[in-house]
């Protein structure tokens, strides 16, 4: 089983761009985001390989309470009653997360057989990813 916490703010996947010559490639942010998350695996990882068989991915995202809130509204987004329908899009989130995992956790996203996530307002912001062998 591998653990890790990629603290900030999530970043969704950014959309891809083009060069004028037509040619398609990752924005910087998003390119950052990933290498950082591939470091947190790999930190997480340690000397072990990536998994070869079907693995299980737990994503929990945790998105800063913004600071324009009451103090009541606060308590209730920090207990889950509210929940975030803001940006990032937590699919966006996620394919974030497993193309910075890709060659580190696993050799291939394909091999991700179950797959949960969790959006919710956290007092310390980031994203929390367990990876386990099926």
Same mark, same amino acid.
């Given at each position: 089983?591998?653990?890790?916490? /990629?603290? +900030?703010? #999530?970043? +969704?996947?950014?959309?891809?761009?083009?060069?004028?010559? $037509?040619?398609?490639?990752? #924005?910087?942010?998003?390119?950052?985001?990933?290498?950082?998350?591939?470091?947190?695996? %790999?930190?997480?990882?340690?000397?072990? $390989? =990536?998994?070869? +068989?079907?693995?299980?991915?737990?994503?929990?995202?945790?998105?800063?309470?913004?600071?324009?809130?009451?103090?009541?509204?606060?308590?209730?987004?920090?207990?889950?009653?509210?929940? =975030?329908?803001?940006?990032?899009?937590?699919?966006?989130?996620? %394919?974030?997360?497993?193309?910075?995992?890709? $060659?580190?956790?696993?050799?291939?996203? %394909?091999?991700?057989?179950?797959?949960?996530?969790?959006?919710?307002?956290?007092?310390?912001?980031? /994203?929390?990813?367990?990876?386990?062998? /099926?």
């Amino acid at each position: 089983m591998i653990e890790f916490v /990629v603290p +900030g703010n #999530p970043r +969704g996947k950014g959309r891809p761009r083009f060069s004028r010559n $037509g040619h398609a490639y990752t #924005p910087s942010e998003t390119a950052a985001y990933e290498s950082l998350i591939a470091l947190a695996c %790999k930190d997480a990882c340690g000397n072990k $390989g =990536p998994f070869a +068989g079907p693995v299980a991915m737990h994503i929990q995202v945790g998105k800063q309470v913004p600071a324009s809130k009451s103090k009541r509204t606060k308590q209730a987004m920090l207990a889950g009653e509210i929940r =975030p329908a803001t940006k990032p899009d937590l699919d966006n989130v996620i %394919k974030a997360v497993l193309d910075g995992c890709n $060659g580190v956790a696993y050799l291939d996203d %394909k091999q991700i057989v179950e797959l949960n996530a969790t959006a919710r307002y956290a007092e310390m912001p980031g /994203v929390r990813v367990v990876i386990e062998e /099926v």
